[in-house]
């Protein structure tokens, strides 16, 4: 059975920062392109960042302007997502993904149940 579960997630002032965790289980991680979703109350869940299953290749949305890092540890079926100077527009429930397209396409193969991430102006 396959999971996929994050953690880290929280309320933090504008400003801030968190790091995101997804652990993984239950498939071949080395071998999955990792990527991590938001979705705020009211909109459609959007793109924020995903990485290569070898770590050497990354994508971030544009309009995160820098601040977003994702990262993986292929020896801790891991990935990560460092978020800083968070924004209240941040607010949103985070969900990671696992898929063996690149770039990342819908439909997606997996996904975690979310966690929430409140960011206070």
């Known amino acids: 059975q396959v999971q996929l579960v994050e953690s880290g997630g929280g309320l933090v002032q504008a400003g801030g920062s968190l790091r995101l965790s997804c652990a993984v289980s239950?498939?071949?991680?080395?071998?999955?392109?990792m990527g991590w979703f938001r979705q705020a109350p009211g909109k459609e869940r959007e793109f924020v960042a995903a990485?290569?299953?070898?770590?050497?290749?990354?994508a971030h949305a544009d309009s995160l302007e820098g601040r977003f890092t994702i990262s993986r540890d292929n020896a801790k079926n891991t990935f990560y997502l460092q978020m800083n100077s968070l924004k209240p527009e941040d607010t949103a429930v985070y969900y990671c993904?696992?898929?063996?397209?690149?770039?990342?396409?819908?439909?997606?193969?997996?996904w975690g149940q979310g966690t929430q991430v409140t960011v206070s102006s």
């Open positions: 993904t696992a898929d063996r397209s690149w770039p990342l396409h819908a439909p997606y193969d997996y």
């Open positions: 239950g498939l071949t991680f080395s071998t999955y392109n």
């Open positions: 990485i290569r299953w070898s770590g050497s290749r990354t």
